[in-house]
């Protein structure tokens, strides 16, 4: 049976392990074992990261709707119910950004659920 020598296929493997940490600091990056390790936690992290970067959205986007409320005589909690019982379907993130960009359409949706 002919020998077999690996070192093109070990080489191709640490390559591109160490391809995947380019930008972490320190030895993360250039070193095999410590890039391995990093990427167990890098790639576990980025799961959650993914979700949590929508729940802190929401949220900020809540404190902006809250704030532009707020000026015009309303709480959050009022306005998102009288959203709801009259039948206005605009999400939290167009209703952020219409209070952040375009303030008078905001005051005309804030007075429209108030009568």
Request: proline share 2%; aromatic share 8%; charged share 35%.
């Amino acid at each position: 049976m002919p020998r077999v020598k690996r070192g093109v296929h070990a080489h191709k493997r640490r390559e591109k392990t160490l391809k995947y940490t380019k930008g972490f600091r320190w030895g993360r990056k250039s070193k095999e074992r410590a890039a391995k390790e990093a990427l167990l936690h890098a790639w576990t992290h980025m799961f959650r990261g993914r979700k949590e970067k929508k729940r802190n959205f929401r949220a900020l986007w809540n404190v902006h709707i809250n704030a532009a409320a707020r000026a015009e005589g309303m709480t959050y909690s009022a306005l998102i119910a009288a959203l709801k019982k009259k039948n206005i379907k605009l999400d939290r993130k167009i209703l952020a950004d219409l209070a952040a960009h375009e303030p008078e359409v905001f005051r005309k949706i804030v007075t429209l659920t108030k009568g």
